[in-house]
């Protein structure tokens, strides 16, 4: 299992692509002149604007132990250990964005690291990206299910799992994200979930996940930047 830090980026209107841009090169840049691998940017994505809140950037960056997640925070907020780059870098794009909400991420077993997502070979034109709200204390159940029932369906009717994570911040909220080769092969998705067969496995999965599930926040991305950076193609 690995970490992972989700951010929810409020990005300026007509700027998104801008400030996306910006983080794959910083952070491509320094991680050359450290001579790390080009492994902690899984996603940059932006949010089609009819599926919800926007303008909006979401950021899914692994981490992989909660040593490196420290270390990360550490070069961000604490003064004697702050990068001045990153600090240079993050004042100069003040007019980029106007604020966000971050989230600490615990991977479940089943879902690849970004070496095993190039491996496989995953990724597409348009994301399905699920913010999903359980009852306090019920969230593992919920993961440990659709890592067994969940994923073979959602994957026999088109999609690719991306990752489906814990949040570490509370006991009732996971993060499940899914990609789609093309907007056709998430239409079917979507008829599929919400009209297709009732003795199919998609629709037997909707049903079941209703024993933990209490809500979702669905937003649908189209990736910027997505297990690479512009400095690591």
Not at 63 to 88: C, D, G, I, V, Y
Not at 115 to 138: C, P, S
Request: aromatic share 10%.
């Amino acid at each position: 299992m690995g970490i992972y830090l989700h951010e929810l980026v409020n990005v300026v209107p007509t700027r998104a692509d801008d400030y996306l841009d910006g983080i794959g090169r910083h952070h491509g840049t320094e991680r050359q002149k450290r001579g790390e691998a080009s492994n902690s940017m899984l996603g940059l994505w932006t949010v089609i604007e009819a599926s919800g809140t926007w303008p909006l950037g979401v950021n899914l960056w692994q981490n992989e132990t909660w040593q490196r997640q420290a270390q990360a925070l550490q070069s961000q907020f604490e003064p004697r250990a702050q990068n001045p780059e990153l600090k240079k870098w993050w004042l100069a794009n003040l007019n980029l964005r106007t604020g966000g909400f971050d989230r600490i991420l615990e991977s479940t077993p089943y879902s690849l690291d970004v070496a095993g997502l190039r491996a496989k070979g995953v990724g597409g034109e348009l994301f399905l990206h699920q913010i999903v709200r359980t009852r306090g204390g019920d969230v593992g159940a919920y993961l440990d299910a659709l890592g067994t029932d969940g994923v073979p369906a959602l994957e026999g009717a088109g999609a690719q799992l991306v990752g489906a994570y814990r949040v570490c911040n509370y006991d009732h909220e996971a993060v499940v994200i899914t990609a789609f080769r093309t907007p056709r092969e998430l239409a079917r998705f979507q008829g599929a979930w919400h009209a297709g067969d009732p003795d199919g496995a998609l629709r037997i999965w909707r049903a079941r996940e209703d024993t933990w599930v209490r809500g979702k926040d669905t937003l649908l991305l189209k990736p910027r930047w997505f297990l690479s950076s512009p400095w690591h193609p």
